[in-house]
């Protein structure tokens, strides 16, 4: 019984406590516990409260520090919501540390690039092999390696359509066989031709450029065609001891079609088949079988001087290219 007294003289010592408000003032009450009475002039959710204070005294408190606002009903004024609408306010942001969160980069930020607007400088290599013939008319076939380092830059004209340039500096070897006389025994009738079969290492490096139209499917793989210019310098090195063009070399120029069947973009990263067709520059062994209708002299010490057929020789070449693009 006792318990239950003392705590009736306590709440009725807090209800004493508070303010009292008089008839007709507004109440504002702080997040820090503090009230506010007096007449509100303004509640607005950006600018905050303005309240007149009994003293006088206006006074603007921050919508972050507003927990709530009480507004008195003057007289004969209805509680109906439809007779005196409360003006709504934003919910007061609550004092928290925790910090804002992090905005997220725009995804276009890190997207790579469009499939329609690739990057157009490029470098990389072709390795594969050169498919030639000793000579026009010979039946050896010669297959050794092709290797080159090659450039690339595009010219685009829309995102189907490109033009292709390609430098490139490269290396290839071929063989020339010839058939030549190289001595006569005149002490008989009909004369009596000794011959030698001479076969030839012939080393081939190529300067040239080419031109491709392309056509890409899907921004990621394309075919090309076109033309290579440029120039090549051809140098044997004799096999026999009576060569016709021992040590011989020359420098021609150079015309073929270059075909990438199928190439394929991974990134800045592109692999695919090269295939081409070059007529490069001939040597004097380049020339077939020389064992008739040839002039010549009777002393076997005597140099032969053969006279070409032809002044270029065709020659294959298939690869592999891997370009990476700046």
């Given amino acids: 019984m006792r318990a239950l007294s ?6 009725a ?9 008089a008839a007709g003032e507004d109440t504002v009450v702080l997040k820090s516990g503090q009230v506010l009475s007096g007449k509100v002039l303004d509640d607005d959710p950006t600018s905050g409260v303005t309240i007149k204070l009994a003293s006088g005294k206006v006074q603007v408190v921050p919508s972050k520090d507003v927990k709530m606002v009480e507004r008195s009903l003057k007289k004969g004024e209805s509680t109906k919501p439809a007779d005196a609408p409360a003006k709504k306010r934003a919910p007061a942001p609550e004092d928290d540390a925790s910090p804002e969160p992090k905005q997220e980069k725009p995804a276009e930020a890190d997207a790579p690039k469009e499939a329609g607007a690739p990057r157009k400088l490029g470098a990389g290599l072709v390795v594969g092999a050169a498919i030639s013939r000793a000579n026009k008319d010979s039946s050896l076939t010669v297959l050794s390696p092709w290797v080159g380092v090659r450039g690339a830059y595009d010219v685009r004209f829309s995102p189907e359509l490109s ?15 010839l ?33 491709l139209a392309s056509v890409d499917y899907g921004g990621r793989y394309a075919s090309r065609l076109g033309l290579v210019l440029g120039v090549a310098r051809a140098s044997a090195s004799a096999s026999a001891s009576r060569d016709p063009c021992p040590s011989t070399s020359k420098t021609g120029a150079i015309l073929g079609l270059r075909a990438h069947p199928i190439a394929a973009r991974f990134g800045a990263f592109e ?17 077939g079988d020389l064992s008739g209708g040839l002039s010549f002299a009777a002393n076997a010490s005597s140099k032969l001087v053969p006279k070409p057929i032809a002044t270029t020789l065709g020659v294959g070449l298939v690869g592999l290219t891997g370009t990476y693009f700046f």
């Fill in 6 to 11: 003392a705590l009736t003289v306590l709440t």
């Fill in 13 to 21: 010592l807090s209800l004493a406590a508070l303010p009292a408000r």
């Fill in 163 to 177: 033009l292709r340039l390609e430098p490139e500096l490269a290396t290839f070897s071929r063989k020339s066989k």
């Fill in 179 to 211: 058939v030549a006389p190289i001595e006569v025994d005149t002490r008989v009738s009909p004369p009596i031709v000794t011959s030698e079969e001479i076969v030839t290492k012939v080393r081939e490096i190529t300067l040239s450029v080419g031109a």
């Fill in 271 to 287: 692999a695919g088949v090269s295939v081409e067709y070059v007529w490069v520059p001939m040597l004097r062994c380049d020339v």
